[in-house]
């Protein structure tokens, strides 16, 4: 039976994953369906053309990909990962959704979505995750 963490538990869990923390990144929405991350673009996140650097999205959805994965039984960690740029973000915040495509007893597939506050598709990323054993 698989045991899903509460937001507050997600949020205090996951203060460890300071890459992202300490970026700005913060967990606003988590059941055991979907997740969403977010964070407010400050000059730390661009690159040198004034762009958001690719690090910080990526950054975004996986720790979309980790909230929505890491329940209170057992750990998941990234198998394989790629992410598709699709618009450079026009808006102050970006947004990653993260929705299961397969949730299996050893491992899943995961859709992350980001866009940002304009509304613009900013990147698809997909992960596929292994299920760490309880032990």
């Known amino acids: 039976m698989k045991t899903e963490r509460n937001i507050e538990e997600a949020r205090e869990f996951f203060k460890g994953d300071r890459f992202a923390t300490e970026n700005g990144m913060i967990i606003e929405e988590l059941d055991g369906e979907h997740a969403v991350t977010s964070v407010i ?45 699709l618009s450079a973000s026009k808006g102050t915040k970006l947004t990653a959704t993260a929705r299961y495509k397969k949730d299996g007893r050893n491992s899943c597939v995961v859709n992350i979505d980001v866009t940002d506050d304009t509304g613009r598709e900013i990147a698809q990323f997909v992960g596929t995750g292994f299920k760490l054993s309880k032990e």
Not at 55 to 61: E, K, N, R, S, V
Not at 69 to 79: L, P
């Open 41 to 85: 673009l400050t000059d730390r996140h661009k690159n040198a053309l004034g762009g958001v650097m690719g690090g910080a999205i990526f950054t975004l959805a996986d720790f979309a990909f980790a909230a929505l994965t890491n329940d209170k039984e057992r750990a998941t960690v990234a198998q394989q990962v790629s992410i598709n740029y």
